[in-house]
């Protein structure tokens, strides 16, 4: 079974750059049609899909968020790294990294949307 296990700083400072790292254990990030997802859930709303990155390498990111978003892996390590840009308050959320395969959900309506999901780690945007 393939786990996933979130980390980085649960705070960050306006205009700082938002950094988080998704080990993966059970199962290569390079497994054919494999795409790893980055989601949130600010507080008192539902899932949001940031982006994914694929087995072959490729990624895809919201629209709303492209222009601040980048999500790059590292196969030696077999992890996966979520970089957001100047953030705000509203970027404080609960981040999740999941997988799913052989289909992207970019409208997650809940976790089990997904084949597999870390914990989650809050992070908080505040000065």
């Known amino acids: 079974q393939v786990q996933l296990q979130e980390s980085g700083p649960g705070l960050v400072k306006p205009s700082q750059t938002l950094s988080l790292t998704c080990t993966v254990s059970g199962g290569s990030i390079t497994t054919a049609k494999y795409y790893w997802s980055w989601i949130r859930q600010p507080p008192g709303k539902g899932l949001e899909w940031i982006g994914y990155i694929g087995f072959a390498g490729d990624s895809y990111y919201h629209p709303s968020l492209k222009s601040r978003t980048s999500i790059s892996r590292d196969t030696s390590k077999n992890q996966f790294t979520l970089q957001l840009s100047s953030v705000t308050p509203e970027d404080t959320a609960v981040y999740y990294c999941?997988?799913?395969?052989?289909?992207?959900?970019?409208?997650?309506?809940?976790?089990?949307?997904?084949?597999?999901w870390g914990q989650g780690t809050q992070v908080t945007v505040s000065s």
């Open positions: 999941a997988l799913t395969n052989g289909v992207v959900v970019v409208s997650p309506q809940r976790l089990t949307d997904f084949i597999s």
